[in-house]
């Protein structure tokens, strides 16, 4: 395994920098050349002091250095600005920010995406949310979790940093591991080099490490490091062992420990046996430092995705016609796209929402799963905004994620085609998306199949159920035109063994074989129609049954009972064909039990 | 007038623009039809005969008018969505009169698992539905009844569009009383049960001068059988089955009841 670790030295203020280069964004009160051209400052709130997080240049120029107090800092810069301000009347006073952890999750977010075009395995370290701060947002809250039960691991149980201070252990990151992408990208250099300058380019400060463990590639990418892929971890060990111990990711109580040991560098600490390390420093402690030094085999394990997309957009004036819509409902839905391909997710449902300042309106679309296809997105979102009677006028509409599953990708029968040239699985898919329209113009329970049940009674037999919009394998089997012979246990095939009864062209039936050849083989002719519930049939006084019209008995009788182990559900019928004075032929029977006539089908 | 020839279009070198026109399948050319339009066999010989390209076309649709529902749509069809039920794809029924038993179209020789049953109860909405139906590329026969609804001409010209731009069988049964009314439907059919048979009459169909009428033969059945109402049966029927879930008697056999199941029911 390879790691690269890009550390972001200035990130609380890198990110006002990206902030401020998006042409769109009018929010903020300074540009970019501000913020470089004047003294400023991020300040961050920590119990009831506020300390200078960051300080650019200028303001470094003016000894304001990270970890003052904040009204220090202030009066230092005022004492610059009036001095200058004798010099040259234009020039404005120093910028101080607020440091914006919600800004810089964002930001860490979207390099985090960035990353993933490079390898699956990002990693982000050193996130803002665990220096204390809680954000309401489930996803961000589910993070803090899962970064601060990997941060325990490695700190012996020491209390998470009291301080947030300028150390280089605690600003932000990402640790990638690239192993599998070098021959992709031609190279380590080439890896590297590609993330940097997209990343400068977009106004982020970044440092770079190598190494053969993550632990060392963050270690490493504190100082300027020249080491390739084609390195040994002897060599990755050595060019660590100069490095200052203040380059590890731990506990401010564990340098005060090592200062007094008189351990000032990597080398030294390696130097000192592990059972000794051990006593001193606890066993995460020396874990920590087995991960360092990659005596202790990592499990490659993608970190814990958390899948959220929420997008907002915000109209330029209200709007009252959902067709005015288009446009935003476009962007939205390409943004989500790229989310659902770098998550490698496949949407099932997607939420709109219409608001205005006082109302809004939710109109959700479920559909079959959608990977690539935006247009089938939009021509549902077409469908269910055209039925949309709004009383309000649109202000925003916001787009978000509700069901959605792992890709899954269809590889399978390719190159399989039936007997009339058609891919089983692609007209599976075709199927799927005609269900999914069907479904948001008629409604869920407007797509009927069948369910052949194991019963005798015809109606229990022949029941249908509302198809589902997702698909599955039984599906696919019927959809390949294969009748599924081996599956004996399933509904389908119990019932057209119940069937068999009647055809005498399958013998393999429970039935006893004597009895059904006594039957001579005959076939009961059913019905293509079957009225369901039966309609009650009168007989006139010359004892003939009417039903739009005088009915002639043709054939029967054909006895079918069921149930007859329960009484309430017992049932004993002699059915007949019939014929109309149309010609038309009709099932009917004679409850036995009711001593009733009932039209039970329609031969057509 | 040498002059006037040559600005002529040579027969040996026909006009693009005009080939082109020609080249749609929606162009009516008088006797002469699309040879290569794609037909599927109805089954029955005297129909194939009928029909133009021997058989129902793919891709355009039928408008079949009946006195009543049950007047003989599975006989005309089931051959066809036999034959059809063994590709991939569904065989899809729009507001069908009643549910189709399964038992009863596996007997015609259709397999029941492909058929889905689609409702609706809003014109509107019904349409679009349809179009939708109609174009996809999964559905191998789109059968739709009118029932409640009044197609009219404009909406019949939208169905007929979407057929072409689908792949599958598509055929609206509609009211007898809509057969004197014009549709846009290139093949109309007029069905009737008759005493002899199944009675069809083609009213219209691209190159056809003339109406044409041909009856397809149901199997007789037996005698009828004289029942007393209110007789229980026990002295005229005898069990010979039972399997512990429920018995089954057997029928009194027709006489030419083994031609039954081929030709699509009784």
């Known amino acids: 395994m390879l790691w690269l670790a890009l550390r972001f030295p200035r990130f609380a203020l890198d990110v006002f920098h990206r902030e401020c280069s998006f042409e769109e964004n009018h929010t903020l009160e300074f540009s970019a050349e501000q913020l470089n051209q004047q003294a400023t400052v991020v300040a961050h709130k920590e119990l009831n002091r506020t300390k200078v997080l960051y300080a650019n240049d200028v303001a470094l120029a003016h000894k304001v250095y990270p970890g003052i107090n904040l009204v220090t800092a202030q009066a230092l810069l005022e004492a610059e600005k009036t001095e200058h301000e004798d010099n040259n009347a234009n020039n404005s006073g120093p910028i101080i920010l607020e440091r914006d952890i919600r800004l810089e999750w964002k930001h860490l977010q979207w390099i985090a995406d960035f990353c993933y075009d490079y390898t699956p395995y990002v990693k982000l370290h050193n996130t803002p949310l665990f220096n204390g701060r809680e954000l309401n947002e489930h996803s961000l809250e589910q993070t803090q979790q899962t970064q601060s039960d990997q941060k325990q691991i490695h700190q012996n149980i020491i209390p998470p940093h009291s301080s947030c201070s300028e150390q280089s252990h605690l600003q932000p990151g990402v640790i990638l591991e690239i192993s599998g992408s070098l021959k992709l990208f031609s190279g380590l250099k080439n890896v590297q080099e590609k993330i940097i300058a997209e990343l400068r380019k977009n106004h982020i400060?970044?440092?770079?490490?190598?190494?053969?463990?993550q632990e060392a590639a963050w270690v490493l990418s504190n100082y300027h490091s020249t080491l390739t892929e084609s390195h040994t971890v002897a060599d990755y060990i050595h060019?660590?062992?100069?490095?200052?111990?203040?380059?590890?990711?731990?506990?401010?109580?564990i340098f005060k420990r090592l200062n007094k040991m008189g351990v000032s560098t990597l080398g030294e600490l390696f130097s000192i046996p592990t059972a000794e390390l051990g006593k001193r420093f606890g066993k995460y402690f020396l874990h920590y430092l087995q991960c360092l030094k990659g005596n202790t085999r990592q499990a490659l394990v993608r970190p814990k995705e958390i899948h959220q997309f929420k997008k907002k957009i915000d109209l330029d004036f209200p709007v009252q016609n959902t067709q005015l819509l288009e446009h935003a409902v476009s962007l939205?839905?390409?943004?989500?796209?790229?989310?659902?391909?770098?998550?490698?997710?496949?949407?099932?449902?997607?939420?709109?929402?219409?608001g205005s300042v006082n109302e809004h309106k939710k109109v959700v679309i479920l559909c079959q799963p959608i990977h690539f296809d935006g247009e089938l997105l939009k021509e549902l979102t077409k469908l269910h905004f055209d039925h949309l009677s709004l009383s309000f006028e649109v202000n925003h509409l916001e787009l978000k994620l509700i069901h959605f599953s792992s890709l899954n990708?269809?590889?399978?029968?390719?190159?399989s085609l039936d007997q009339s040239g058609l891919n089983p699985v692609l007209v599976a898919r075709q199927w799927q998306l005609l269900l999914t329209k069907l479904h948001n113009r008629?409604?869920?329970?407007?797509?009927?199949?069948?369910?052949?049940?194991?019963?005798h009674l015809p109606e229990l037999l022949n029941t249908w159920q509302v198809s589902d919009i997702r698909p599955n394998k039984k599906q696919s089997n019927l959809s390949s035109g294969k009748k599924n012979t081996k599956t004996s246990n399933t509904s389908h095939s119990l019932a057209f063994q119940s069937l068999d009864l009647f055809s005498g062209d399958n013998h393999s039936t429970a039935i006893n074989q004597d009895t059904i050849n006594s039957c001579e083989n005959v076939t009961a002719p059913k019905p293509a129609w079957l009225l369901h519930p039966p309609v009650s049939l009168k007989a006139n006084n010359d004892q003939e049954l009417f039903w739009q019209g005088k009915l002639t008995i043709l054939l029967g009788p054909e006895r079918i009972q069921g149930h007859w182990w329960d009484q309430s559900r017992h049932h004993n019928r002699d059915y007949f064909i019939a014929e109309q004075d149309d010609c038309r032929k009709v099932w009917i029977y004679h409850d036995r039990g009711q001593d009733q006539w009932f039209l039970h089908g329609v031969f057509s | 007038m040498d002059k006037l020839l040559e600005t002529l279009p040579s027969t040996k070198t026909p006009n693009p623009v005009l080939a082109d026109v020609l080249s749609r399948k929606d162009v009516w050319r008088g006797q002469r039809l699309d040879t290569a339009a794609r037909v599927i066999s109805s089954g029955y010989p005297v129909l194939d005969q009928m029909l133009q390209g021997q058989g129902w076309p793919i891709a355009e649709l039928i408008d079949v008018t009946q006195p009543a529902n049950g007047h003989g749509e599975w006989h005309l069809l089931s051959p066809t969505l036999a034959n059809l039920s063994q590709k991939s794809g569904y065989i899809l029924l729009f507001n069908p009169p009643a549910m189709p038993y399964g038992p009863g179209l596996e007997q015609q020789g259709i397999d029941p698992r492909k058929i889905r049953v689609i409702?609706?109860?809003?014109?509107?909405?019904?349409?679009?539905?349809?179009?939708?139906?109609?174009?996809?590329?999964?559905?191998?026969?789109?059968?739709?009844?009118?029932?409640?609804?009044?197609w009219r001409y404009a909406q019949l010209r939208k169905l007929q569009i979407a057929a072409t731009h689908g792949d599958a069988l598509s055929i609206c049964f509609r009211k007898n009383t809509t057969a004197r009314v014009q549709s846009p439907a290139p093949l109309r059919l007029h069905t009737q049960l008759k005493a002899k048979g199944l009675e069809i009459e083609l009213l219209k169909q691209r190159g056809q001068t003339h109406q044409q009428q041909c009856t397809l033969a149901l199997p007789r059945l037996?005698?009828?059988?004289?029942?007393?109402l209110g007789n229980n049966l026990d002295s005229?029927?005898?069990?010979?089955?039972?399997?512990?879930?429920?018995?089954?008697?057997?029928?009194?056999?027709?006489s030419t009841q083994s031609e039954s199941t081929r030709q699509g029911g009784i």
Not at chain 1, 409 to 415: A, R, S, T
Not at chain 2, 222 to 228: G, N, Q, R
């Open chain 1, 332 to 354: 939205l839905i390409y943004q989500l796209l790229i989310f659902l391909k770098k998550e490698q997710l496949q949407c099932e449902g997607v939420e709109w929402t219409l």
């Open chain 2, 222 to 228: 037996s005698a009828p059988v004289h029942v007393e």
């Open chain 1, 409 to 415: 990708h269809i590889n399978d029968e390719i190159f």
């Open chain 2, 119 to 150: 409702k609706s109860t809003q014109q509107d909405v019904a349409l679009s539905a349809l179009v939708d139906m109609l174009q996809a590329q999964c559905s191998l026969a789109v059968l739709a009844w009118e029932n409640n609804f009044h």
């Open chain 2, 236 to 254: 005229n029927t005898q069990v010979v089955g039972s399997n512990g879930l429920g018995k089954v008697l057997p029928f009194q056999r027709a």
């Open chain 1, 442 to 455: 008629l409604g869920k329970q407007s797509t009927q199949e069948l369910s052949l049940q194991p019963e």
């Open chain 1, 239 to 253: 060019s660590m062992s100069s490095i200052s111990t203040q380059a590890l990711d731990c506990h401010q109580e």
């Open chain 1, 205 to 213: 400060n970044v440092n770079a490490g190598i190494g053969h463990t």
